[in-house]
């Protein structure tokens, strides 16, 4: 009975150490599992977080860019209508340059120039358009200039000059018309 107790107790211990095993693998089973799926959880939420981080900045990038992308079009249609515009400028000092009233112009260009250079004695160079004019008023006038209109004037000395042309005047005040044009197209 002896042999027959002991073989029991044997496997009653083996019995009670394999429940214990069981019930300690269970335990650490249910603890790694539980570990798993809260990582799992974590990493989830770690990777939710960044993609919606990265969408964000991705979202905000995207509608910088096409905020200045807009921008762009818009000063690139400002600068066009501005080119236009000066251009119909030109093309209106053009039409002014031969109309009686630009006679007028003329000579009071050439008294300022007289009065700015500080001498009745000054050399005025034009169009051959507008020599006829200058003879009228008894001035000889200068060299003749590629201009839509307007005058050069210099002391006789050719130390001072005074640019009255058109296309000075127009790029001298470019930066006073556009503001204008600006104010015009803004409203």
Known sequence: MSLDTFIQEIEERKTKKIDLLDTTLS??????????????KEMQQH???EANTKSQKEAARIIEAT?????????????????????????EL??????????????NMVKY???????????????????????EMNITPGSSIQTIGGILAENKSETMELDLTF???L??????????????LMK
């Open 47 to 49: 990777y939710t977080d």
């Open 94 to 107: 053009k039409k002014y340059s031969r109309k009686p009233d630009y006679k007028i112009t003329l000579e």
């Open 171 to 184: 790029r001298t005040h470019e930066d006073k018309i556009q503001n204008f044009l600006l104010e015009r």
């Open 113 to 135: 120039a007289k009065k700015k250079l500080g001498s009745q004695d000054i050399v005025i160079h034009c169009r051959n358009d507008d020599t006829m004019i200058l003879k």
């Open 167 to 169: 296309e000075e005047l």
């Open 27 to 40: 335990e650490k089973i249910a603890r790694i599992q539980h570990t798993k799926e809260s990582t799992l």
């Open 67 to 91: 905020r200045l992308k807009a921008k762009k079009i818009l000063f690139d249609a400002i600068n066009a209508s501005m080119d236009s515009t000066f251009n119909t400028i030109r093309e």
